[in-house]
């Protein structure tokens, strides 16, 4: 089943229920400033408010489109009212096309669907080049200078999240859901067999020096 991510700015929208249609389904996440806080699968929809709390909807604009993970994705900005000039400023931001606000469930599905079939694009690079540290994100697999980073699944997972995030403190809250494990206490103490796993693994490709544990607030990937 191929999977569509609406991500939105609006806080009610991240609570919406995912939706099924066809082969494809529909899952609703929350857009913060930060940008995604989940790893990015399949194709990528973004509604942007035109007024946010910590930053400007033409300001998100832009940083969606100079993020690699979304920098295709089809986004919509959601006006406050019709004004030509808005229309104009939202556009020159990167967004594709507005919308005037609110925008429940049924009217995001309903743009979304209406273009789907046509403009369904994939926003995820295959492969993440951040220099000596290349990511294969279809073939799941990591190398540093050209020698293979042997991992599982999860840790590849934790990694990747990392690489997309770099020099950025991540909580271990924060890799449960990016993982898309939230809801599950236990895993917050898996992710210390993560980071393990993860980190024998750099070492062993020598890049042992790359994972850095900051205490009492979680893990960062330090990249030039």
């Not at 309903?110 to 290349?134: K, N």
């Not at 796993?197 to 544990?213: D, V």
Request: aromatic fraction near 8%; include cysteine.
């Amino acid at each position: 089943m191929e999977h569509v991510t609406i991500f939105a700015t609006s806080e009610e929208a991240a609570g919406y229920d995912r939706f099924d249609h066809g082969d494809a389904q529909f899952v609703f996440e929350r857009l913060a400033a930060a940008g995604p806080n989940k790893l990015v699968e399949g194709s990528v929809w973004a509604f942007v408010d035109w007024v946010l709390d910590d930053l400007s909807g033409l300001e998100m604009c832009r940083r969606l489109r100079a993020d690699p993970r979304t920098r295709d994705a089809h986004i919509t900005m959601v006006l406050d009212e019709d004004d030509p000039e808005d229309r104009r400023r939202a556009i020159k931001a990167g967004a594709d096309d507005y919308a005037i606000g609110p925008l429940d469930r049924k009217a995001m599905l309903d743009r979304v669907l209406a273009l789907y079939a046509t403009e369904g694009r994939q926003s995820v690079p295959q492969v993440l080049d951040l220099g000596a540290l290349q990511i294969n994100v279809a073939g799941e697999q990591a190398r540093w200078k050209g020698q293979q980073i042997t991992l599982r699944p999860n840790e590849f997972r934790v990694l990747r999240f990392l690489a997309e995030n770099p020099n950025r403190v991540l909580s271990r809250q924060e890799l449960v859901d990016a993982l898309g494990k939230a809801g599950d206490p236990g895993y917050l103490r898996t992710v210390d067999v993560w980071i393990k796993r993860l980190r024998f693994g750099l070492r062993s490709a020598g890049a042992g020096h790359l994972l850095r544990t900051v205490h009492s607030k979680g893990y960062v990937l330090d990249l030039p």
